[in-house]
């Protein structure tokens, strides 16, 4: 089948070389005309595992191609993927410009039958203003516009994309219908379900999936918070429920809030939607209050701990991404306890695998970035750990104590047992869970 990808931001991309990798000819537009350049030599702008070698692959066997011109890219094509960015508004709302600007030029563009295709994660309704822009200008049986919201996790969004638990289609035309089964056949094979579903429902789907997941962190956060004031261990307790079926063991770990590009944006705007709709979305307003509260918990516990003097001290950070396995950085729980530690008059020296040059972007010379995770330590009076990156679990402790003026970890991860940290005499304090070796 033959497909276009407007849009080659994180979705944009794994969506197209996905489906190029099943035999689909795909095109993929972007109006940044060095981004596209760097693809056509098969580089990535963002850091994904296994995204290049796939793409590598794909652009060998010409089953890919990379073009700022929409018009060459929507010509031939059946079916054409919005993966456009819509960012927050000021008021939280998804601002759907970048969406509706591509649908009024696909309207000046499409001569012949094609299946307009939301990707990105857009307000309840949006299908239907997108059908209303392109019916200005075309007979409404030369398009249908379906919305297929992605659930790709960021790090795992290839394996995620090629091995979904499930896809979810929201359209009413049966041609568009047959279409989208078609193409998604070779991902859902393994007996996957792929929903059908009215537009509405499936864009509230969206919303409604990672609002859940961010609640479920949420409470999780909270729980921590309370087992420290009761003397109870969140690890045991997160054990304790996860394995009830109905909980479920994943989305438990607390931590220092959730970040990254959805799950923040999607939580403002369905409470927006509500809002809109005159509901009171109380569950979802909690939400956002306890992860604006949760991001300040480690900075509480590093102000008690040094008496509120942090004029002068010099912090070593372990992880800056949203998450492990990414270099995205965008609400990045790092960003807010970086400037709240630079507010108090501490001195930072950073690392992260790979997130170093966003953070630099943003912090200019403001912090010190270290090449590695040991030279962040060198002289700090401790070590905070914001991002359960693999490398950090199993460190050389020794080195750490020759390197670290005091033997100080906070960690908003909960990378290490209590037992060895008990074992090593580290002042340690993580989350939900006992200080350790307490020398404050
Ligand atoms: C999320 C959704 O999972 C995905 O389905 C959707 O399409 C896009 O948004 P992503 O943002 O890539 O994916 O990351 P995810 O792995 O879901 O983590 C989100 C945030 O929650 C991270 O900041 C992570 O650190 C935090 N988190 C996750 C916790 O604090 N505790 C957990 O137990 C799990």
Redesign the pocket.
Request: charged share 30%; hydrophobic share 35%.
């Given at each position: 089948m033959k497909i276009a990808v407007v849009g080659t931001g994180y979705v944009g991309l794994v969506t197209g070389t996905c489906f190029a990798e099943t035999g689909n000819h795909v095109t993929c537009v972007d109006i940044d005309r060095n981004k596209i350049e760097a693809l056509q030599k098969g580089i990535t702008p963002i850091y994904e595992p296994g995204l290049e070698v796939l793409l590598a692959r794909n652009i060998k066997e010409e089953r890919i191609a990379f073009t700022d011109n929409l018009k060459e890219a929507v010509e031939e094509a059946v079916v054409i993927f919005l993966a456009l960015p819509t960012p927050s508004d000021q008021d939280g709302s998804a601002d759907l410009k970048y969406v509706l600007q591509v649908a009024e030029q696909l309207g000046d563009l499409i001569t012949s039958y094609k299946v307009v295709v939301n990707k990105s994660?857009v307000p309840v309704g949006t299908s239907e203003k997108v059908a209303a822009v392109l019916s200005k200008k075309i007979a409404p049986e030369l398009f249908d516009v379906v919305s297929n919201?992605?659930?790709?996790?960021?790090?795992?969004?290839v394996e995620?994309f090629l091995k979904p638990e499930r896809v979810v289609v929201g359209t009413r035309s049966e041609k568009a219908t047959k279409i989208m089964a078609d193409l998604y056949n070779p991902f859902v094979r393994q007996g996957n379900p792929i929903y059908f579903m009215d537009p509405r429902s499936a864009e509230m789907t969206?919303y409604a999936?990672?609002s859940f997941?961010?609640m479920?962190?949420s409470f999780?956060?909270e729980i921590a918070n309370l087992c420290e004031r009761t003397g109870a261990n969140v690890d045991w307790v997160r054990m304790g429920i996860g394995s009830d079926h109905r909980i479920g063991k994943?989305?438990?770990?607390?931590?220092?809030?959730?970040?990254?590009?959805?799950?923040p944006k999607?939580v403002l705007a369905l409470n927006l939607t509500a809002r809109e709709h005159e509901y009171d979305f109380q569950l979802l307003q909690s939400v956002l209050t306890v992860n604006k509260h949760q991001k300040k918990v480690i900075v509480q516990k590093i102000k008690r701990h040094f008496k509120d003097a942090l004029q002068g001290k010099r912090f070593a950070i372990w992880g800056l991404a949203?998450?492990p396995e990414?270099d995205?950085i965008r609400?990045?729980?790092s960003l807010e306890i970086i400037e709240a530690l630079l507010n108090e008059g501490a001195t930072l020296n950073v690392y992260d695998p790979v997130a170093m040059e966003n953070v630099r972007g943003r912090f200019g010379n403001r912090i010190t970035y270290s090449a590695n995770q040991y030279e962040a330590l060198d002289g700090a009076d401790a070590l905070l750990i914001l991002?359960?990156w693999s490398e950090f679990r199993n460190p050389d402790f020794d080195k750490m104590k020759d390197l670290l003026k005091t033997h100080t970890i906070f960690d908003g991860?909960n990378v290490y047992a209590l037992d060895k940290m008990e074992e090593l005499n580290f002042h340690y304090e993580s989350i939900g869970r006992a200080v350790i070796n307490n020398k404050a």
């Open positions: 994660t919201p992605e659930f790709l996790r960021e790090g795992v969004a995620d969206k999936a990672n997941l961010a479920k962190i999780m956060n994943r989305f438990l770990f607390p931590g220092i809030g959730y970040g990254g590009s959805c799950f999607d949203f998450k990414t995205d609400d990045a729980p991002t359960e991860r």
